[in-house]
């Protein structure tokens, strides 16, 4: 290992638990060229402890362990919005591939707490935008977050997750099986250090990268205080376009939203209005992407590999869910003695799987598989 790569694994680190040590020490005018890092990083090494080199080489050998790529801001592969941004991290820990073509991405967030009616329209989101050849970035989070994120897989398309946690502390637990599948079609990412918890504080700044990493964010559900409005100021000051998906004047998760459109958001009813209201150049090698992609695989249905590999609880929430009469999300829970957040996250795989179907209303019906 080089002292390069010790000594940028040991700044994030340091840096991880204040941000704003790392803001006020690090030059904020675009970063310069590679081989100016030596020149600014060197001196920062009086801000470690004795051990950091040690330290440094462990938390290096778990990223390898985990099949991680690090990657920092004088990796040519470093995100080229992000590194442009006002406040980069200086490493990317990287569960999957990034790609070229990632730089085409419209962040899709919102309410964990979402309605029916906003978890439809942010898969329909998450799925159109990667039909038409973008990346779809969220933040695994329950509710909105996850269904953009599902959508995307749907088409086939691209989706990064990031987290506000470290990649070994995937959270919420129950999204694992989700982030496994968007690391094998995408990207799970984070600025945190190997152990880091999922804390209150740290989500702000996977925000901040949520809103870099894109050309766009559109809000899809929230209220009033939701970390969702974070994101997009945070896009707002990096000049990037802030959209809102209009709700109902009675709806709380439509507060947030309604402010935005108030404040100078742009409206967003479907993909469509995003990609309109986009530089022609972005839409145009978005198409270009959608064109190159191999033609999307047929669903994974009913077949014998659909249903192989299940977990106990797939397995015991599939043989539950009526091949013809739709059930309601509370009967499945209580026929199944799974809590609310687990039964979610489970029907989300077989969604994924092609095993079960949602309909209005939370409504579940099975793909009609036999098992």
């Not at 704003?20 to 904020?28: A, D, E, M, T, V």
């Not at 991680?68 to 801001?73: D, E, K, R, W, Y």
């Not at 690391?183 to 152990?195: Q, W």
């Not at 990493?213 to 100021?233: C, Q």
Request: with cysteine; aromatic share 4%; proline share 7%.
């Amino acid at each position: 290992m080089t002292r390069s790569a010790l000594l940028w694994a040991a700044l994030n680190m340091h840096f991880a638990a204040s941000p704003g040590r790392r803001q006020q020490l690090l030059p904020r005018d675009g970063r310069g060229g590679a081989e100016d890092w030596p020149t600014v990083l060197e001196p920062l090494t009086s801000e470690l402890h004795p051990g950091w080199q040690e330290a440094a080489r462990d938390e290096l050998d778990r990223a390898r362990r985990h099949g991680t790529s690090i990657l920092t801001l004088e990796d040519e592969r470093y995100p080229p919005l992000l590194r442009v941004s006002a406040d980069p991290p200086l490493v990317l820990y990287v569960w999957g591939e990034l790609r070229p073509e990632d730089v085409l991405a419209v962040s899709v967030v919102g309410s964990r707490r979402a309605t029916v009616h906003g978890l439809r329209v942010a898969r329909r989101l998450g799925r159109d935008l990667a039909a038409s050849g973008f990346t779809v970035v969220s933040g695994l989070a329950r509710g909105i977050d996850a269904a953009g994120h599902a959508g995307a897989l749907e088409a086939g398309g691209r989706t990064l997750a990031v987290l506000g946690s470290g990649l070994d502390r995937v959270y919420p637990v129950e999204h694992r099986r989700l982030a496994e599948s968007i690391a094998r079609s995408g990207a799970v990412l984070t600025e945190f250090p190997f152990g880091a918890a999922p804390l209150k504080r740290h989500f702000p700044e996977r925000n901040r990268l949520i809103a870099s990493l894109s050309w766009a964010t559109v809000v899809v559900e929230a209220a009033r205080d939701s970390g969702s409005l974070i994101t997009a100021d945070l896009a707002a000051d990096e000049g990037r376009a802030v959209f809102a998906v209009p709700g109902g004047l009675d709806e709380p998760n439509a507060e947030g939203t309604n402010a935005l459109l108030r404040e100078g958001g742009l409206v967003c009813r479907g993909a469509l209005d995003v990609i309109e209201d986009l530089a022609p150049q972005i839409v145009e090698a978005a198409r270009s992407t959608a064109a190159a992609r191999p033609p999307e695989a047929a669903p994974p249905g009913c077949g014998p590999a659909a249903v192989a590999g299940l977990s106990a609880d797939e397995r015991r929430v599939l043989e539950r869910v009526p091949r013809t009469r739709a059930i309601g999300i509370e009967r499945l829970g209580q026929a199944c003695g799974l809590e609310p957040g687990a039964l979610l996250a489970t029907l989300l795989e077989l969604e994924l799987r092609g095993l079960v179907r949602q309909l209005p209303g939370r409504r579940f019906v099975s793909a009609a598989c036999k098992f």
